[in-house]
């Protein structure tokens, strides 16, 4: 993903092997990722066992939140597909015990319906 792609708020797969190594300490014995797609400095993670939100922060990065959502607590979830005039595509998840979704925001460079398959397969 080029620095441009980044800036714009394109989403791309990334490699496996390469989230496993940079993760490794954060996975359980028995955890694989299964799939992970980044956007910008940010990381959505797929296991099997839950999904992991990775939010850099700050100007190098440094500071890292790891967020963790076993799949059993998502209680449901909504994609919004790019249009015409509005160029990004939205996924939503709502947890159990909190009644405002996590929102994130995809350019139309990365399949929204892909993402939403995956997660699909994990939590239905």
Do not use: C
């Not at 799939?35 to 839950?50: G, Q, W």
């Not at 160029?87 to 892909?114: H, M, R």
């Amino acid at each position: 993903m080029g620095f441009f792609d980044g800036i714009m708020g394109n989403a791309s797969e990334v490699s496996i092997s390469e989230v496993e190594r940079e993760f490794a300490k954060v996975l359980t014995r028995d955890e694989t990722i299964d799939k992970a797609y980044k956007l910008i400095r940010d990381l959505f993670i797929f296991t099997n066992k839950r999904l992991i939100l990775v939010d850099k922060q700050g100007v190098t990065g440094k500071k890292v939140e790891i967020h963790t959502i076993p799949y059993k607590n998502i209680t449901h979830f909504s994609i919004e597909t790019a249009g015409n005039f509005d160029l990004d595509a939205e996924l939503k998840i709502w947890v159990s015990g909190s009644s405002t979704p996590i929102q994130k925001q995809f350019n139309k460079s990365l399949n929204i319906y892909e993402v939403q398959s995956v997660l699909a397969d994990y939590v239905l």
